[in-house]
C-alpha cells in the first residue's frame, strides 16, 4: 500500500511492504501481523451472502437486502474488488434512502467512502456523494444532507483540495447550526485549513467558535483539539499571553522544570506530554525555567537535557517533541487523516556533503506492548504515524 502527503514545499511517499512468512518469523518477537482471512473463506462469505440477498430481493426485504449488500461490500474488498465494493455499498445507501433508515443510511455511508478510497477512486468518490447530497437537498432531507456534506469534507480532505474542503465545511457548520447539532467538528476542520492557508486571524476566530460550540454540546475530545490548536496560532502570532491553554502550559513548564531540576526523565516525560497536548507557550518560556537549573549545575543539566531530547548545541535549549502535535491537524488537511496515539519516532536533521538542501530520516519502530490492542490491524498505526514524524527533523536546528 502506497500512499502520498502533501505539505507545503514537500511530498512525502510512504510505502508499506506486508511481510512474507518468513520475515514474520524473523521479526517474531520484535512486530506481530494479523493473520486475514483467506481468499477461500472470503470468497465462501460472498456465496452466503449472494443467497442471502437473492432471498432478499424475492422476499422483497429491503432492509434485509441493504444490509446483506454491505457485507457483500466488505468480501468483495478483502478480494481486493474495490471498485466492484464501492458499488455495493452505493446500492444499499440508495436502499437506505428510500426507506428513511437514518442509521442505515450513515452506515452505507460510511462503507461506501471507504471502498471509494481503498479502490484509490477518491474523486469519483466525490461525485458519489455530490449527487446523493443533490437528491438530499431536493427532498428536504436535511440530516442527509449534514451527513453527506461532511463524508465531501472528509474526501476533499484526502484529495488536498483545500479550498473544496474549506467551502464545503463552512457550508456543513452553517446547516449544522441550523439544525441545531454540534458544528464544533466542522469549526475546527474551518480552522486547520485557513491555518494552513496563512489566515491566522480567521482561523483564530474558527477555533474559539469550536471552543465554544464544543463546550455547550459537552464534546470535550473537540474541544481540547480546539483549545489546542487556538494556543498553537496565538503562539505563532507572537501572542503566547493570550493563549486559552497558557495557564495550563505554563504549570507543565514548572513541572518540566522541576523535573530537569531532579533529573527524573519520567516526570520530565510527564511534563512534555503535556505541553504536548496543550501548546500555549514558547521557547523563551522554556528557556526562562530552565535557567535555574542552568545556573545551578550547567554540565549536569545539559547531559540530562541531551539525554531527554534537547538540543543544547546553539547554547538554547530547544524540546525537539513539542512542536509535533501540530502535524496531525497539518496532515489532516493536506491528505492524511490520521491522528495521534503512538510516539515511536527519533527524527533527525541531516545535511548531505556539498548540499544546501536538509534532509530527514528516522528509524522507526513499534514496541511489543503496543501490540496488544490492534490484532485486527495488518499495517501498525505506529510505524505510519512515525513515519510521518520522520518530517519534523526539518523544523529542528542544525
Same mark, same amino acid.
Given at each position: 500500500?502506497?500512499?502520498?502527503?502533501?505539505?507545503?514545499?514537500?511530498?512525502?511517499?510512504? =510505502?508499506?511492504?506486508?511481510?512474507?512468512?518468513?520475515? !514474520?518469523?524473523?521479526?517474531?518477537?520484535?512486530?506481530?501481523?494479523?493473520?486475514?482471512?483467506?481468499?477461500?473463506?472470503?470468497?465462501?462469505?460472498?456465496?452466503?451472502?449472494?443467497?442471502?440477498?437473492?432471498?432478499?430481493?424475492?422476499?422483497?426485504?429491503?432492509?434485509?437486502?441493504?444490509?446483506?449488500?454491505?457485507?457483500?461490500?466488505?468480501?468483495?474488498?478483502?478480494?481486493?474488488?474495490?471498485?466492484?465494493?464501492?458499488?455495493?455499498?452505493?446500492?444499499?445507501?440508495?436502499?437506505?434512502?428510500?426507506?428513511?433508515? =437514518?442509521?442505515?443510511?450513515?452506515?452505507?455511508?460510511?462503507?461506501?467512502?471507504?471502498?471509494?478510497?481503498?479502490?484509490?477512486?477518491?474523486?469519483? #468518490?466525490?461525485?458519489?456523494?455530490?449527487?446523493?447530497?443533490?437528491?438530499?437537498?431536493?427532498?428536504?432531507?436535511?440530516?442527509?444532507?449534514?451527513?453527506?456534506?461532511?463524508?465531501?469534507?472528509?474526501?476533499?480532505?484526502?484529495?488536498?483540495?483545500?479550498?473544496?474542503?474549506?467551502? *464545503?465545511?463552512?457550508?456543513?457548520?452553517?446547516?449544522?447550526?441550523?439544525?441545531?447539532?454540534?458544528?464544533?467538528?466542522?469549526?475546527?476542520?474551518?480552522?486547520?485549513?485557513?491555518?494552513?492557508?496563512?489566515?491566522?486571524?480567521?482561523?483564530?476566530?474558527?477555533?474559539?467558535?469550536?471552543? !465554544?460550540?464544543?463546550?455547550?454540546?459537552?464534546? !470535550?475530545? *473537540?474541544?481540547?483539539?480546539?483549545?489546542?490548536?487556538?494556543?498553537?496560532?496565538?503562539?505563532?502570532?507572537?501572542?503566547?499571553?493570550?493563549?486559552?491553554?497558557?495557564?495550563?502550559?505554563?504549570?507543565?513548564?514548572?513541572?518540566?522544570?522541576?523535573?530537569?531540576?531532579?533529573?527524573?526523565?519520567?516526570?520530565?516525560?510527564?511534563? =512534555?506530554?503535556?505541553?504536548?497536548?496543550?501548546?500555549?507557550?514558547?521557547?523563551?518560556?522554556?528557556?526562562?525555567?530552565?535557567?535555574?537549573?542552568?545556573?545551578?549545575?550547567?554540565? #549536569? *543539566?545539559?547531559?540530562?537535557?541531551?539525554?531527554?531530547?534537547?538540543?543544547?548545541?546553539? #547554547?538554547? $535549549?530547544?524540546?525537539?517533541?513539542?512542536?509535533?502535535?501540530?502535524?496531525?491537524?497539518?496532515?489532516?488537511?493536506?491528505?492524511?487523516?490520521?491522528?495521534?496515539?503512538?510516539?515511536?519516532?527519533?527524527?533527525?536533521?541531516?545535511?548531505?556533503?556539498?548540499?544546501? %538542501?536538509?534532509?530527514?530520516?528516522?528509524?522507526? $519502530?513499534?514496541?511489543?506492548?503496543?501490540?496488544?490492542?490492534?490484532?485486527?490491524?495488518?499495517? $501498525?498505526?505506529?510505524? %505510519?504515524?512515525?513515519?510521518? $514524524?520522520?518530517?519534523?527533523?526539518?523544523?529542528?536546528?542544525?
Amino acid at each position: 500500500l502506497a500512499l502520498k502527503a502533501r505539505v507545503p514545499d514537500h511530498t512525502f511517499f510512504f =510505502v508499506f511492504v506486508r511481510t512474507t512468512s518468513a520475515m !514474520s518469523a524473523e521479526l517474531e518477537g520484535e512486530i506481530t501481523f494479523a493473520e486475514p482471512p483467506s481468499e477461500e473463506a472470503c470468497r465462501e462469505q460472498l456465496r452466503e451472502a449472494y443467497k442471502i440477498l437473492k432471498e432478499a430481493v424475492e422476499g422483497k426485504d429491503r432492509g434485509r437486502e441493504a444490509a446483506i449488500l454491505l457485507d457483500i461490500a466488505s468480501a468483495r474488498l478483502r478480494l481486493g474488488y474495490a471498485v466492484e465494493a464501492a458499488n455495493a455499498a452505493r446500492e444499499s445507501f440508495a436502499i437506505y434512502r428510500e426507506l428513511g433508515d =437514518v442509521d442505515g443510511k450513515q452506515s452505507a455511508l460510511d462503507s461506501m467512502c471507504e471502498m471509494y478510497i481503498a479502490a484509490l477512486q477518491v474523486p469519483q #468518490g466525490v461525485e458519489a456523494v455530490k449527487r446523493e447530497k443533490v437528491i438530499a437537498k431536493d427532498t428536504g432531507d436535511k440530516v442527509g444532507e449534514l451527513a453527506l456534506l461532511r463524508a465531501m469534507t472528509n474526501l476533499y480532505g484526502l484529495l488536498g483540495r483545500s479550498q473544496d474542503a474549506l467551502s *464545503t465545511a463552512l457550508e456543513t457548520a452553517a446547516l449544522a447550526k441550523e439544525l441545531k447539532d454540534t458544528e464544533a467538528a466542522e469549526l475546527l476542520v474551518v480552522a486547520g485549513l485557513q491555518r494552513t492557508a496563512g489566515n491566522p486571524t480567521v482561523a483564530l476566530q474558527a477555533a474559539q467558535q469550536s471552543i !465554544s460550540a464544543a463546550s455547550k454540546a459537552g464534546d !470535550s475530545a *473537540t474541544e481540547e483539539q480546539a483549545r489546542r490548536l487556538a494556543s498553537s496560532i496565538c503562539v505563532e502570532r507572537g501572542q503566547a499571553q493570550a493563549a486559552p491553554n497558557r495557564a495550563a502550559a505554563m504549570e507543565a513548564i514548572r513541572e518540566l522544570a522541576a523535573a530537569v531540576r531532579a533529573q527524573r526523565a519520567d516526570l520530565f516525560k510527564v511534563a =512534555v506530554q503535556r505541553l504536548e497536548d496543550l501548546s500555549g507557550f514558547d521557547e523563551s518560556d522554556v528557556q526562562e525555567a530552565l535557567a535555574p537549573a542552568l545556573e545551578e549545575d550547567e554540565e #549536569g *543539566t545539559e547531559r540530562f537535557l541531551r539525554l531527554v531530547g534537547f538540543d543544547t548545541s546553539t #547554547g538554547k $535549549h530547544r524540546l525537539k517533541e513539542i512542536f509535533k502535535k501540530s502535524l496531525y491537524l497539518d496532515y489532516r488537511m493536506t491528505g492524511l487523516w490520521y491522528g495521534p496515539r503512538f510516539r515511536n519516532c527519533r527524527p533527525n536533521k541531516i545535511m548531505r556533503p556539498n548540499s544546501l %538542501i536538509p534532509e530527514a530520516c528516522a528509524v522507526v $519502530h513499534a514496541w511489543d506492548e503496543q501490540e496488544d490492542w490492534c490484532d485486527a490491524l495488518a499495517y $501498525h498505526p505506529g510505524i %505510519i504515524d512515525s513515519m510521518q $514524524h520522520t518530517s519534523t527533523a526539518l523544523h529542528q536546528p542544525m
